[in-house]
């Protein structure tokens, strides 16, 4: 099992920035490649970045490319979304995922644990 506690999360206005942070426990961090989803009310869950197990190799969703930055630290058994240029439509509870699959997966259920989630609210 591995247990994921997503932080950071909040309000903040159009154009400003946010640090998500997702830490875990249980079984070994660097097994698993890291990813982030995101769901807005009445939407699907949808991806927004994904890392692989040593953090070489990332990935993003074509609507936070260039503004969201996905890393982990090994030695904390974090990983981390840096949120820059927030917009409104970013707006969505935030969840931070573990994977078994070597490189990077945009895929929801090649994620086998998941967070509880964190709110960001981005206003206008």
């Known amino acids: 099992q591995v247990q994921l506690v997503e932080s950071g999360g909040g309000l903040v206005q159009a154009g400003g920035s946010l640090r998500l942070s997702c830490a875990a426990s249980?079984?070994?961090?660097?097994?698993?490649?890291m990813g982030w989803f995101r769901q807005a009310p009445g939407k699907e869950r949808e991806f927004v970045a994904a890392?692989?197990?040593?953090?070489?190799?990332?990935y993003y969703a074509d609507s936070v490319k260039g503004r969201f930055t996905i890393s982990r630290d090994n030695a904390k058994n974090t990983v981390y979304l840096q949120m820059n240029s927030l917009k409104p439509e970013d707006t969505a509870v935030y969840y931070c995922?573990?994977?078994?699959?070597?490189?990077?997966?945009?895929?929801?259920?090649?994620?086998?644990?998941w967070g509880q989630g964190t709110q960001v609210t981005v206003s206008s």
């Open positions: 995922a573990a994977s078994g699959v070597v490189g990077t997966s945009t895929d929801l259920s090649s994620y086998a644990y």
């Open positions: 890392t692989s197990r040593r953090g070489v190799s990332t």
């Open positions: 249980g079984r070994t961090f660097s097994n698993y490649a």
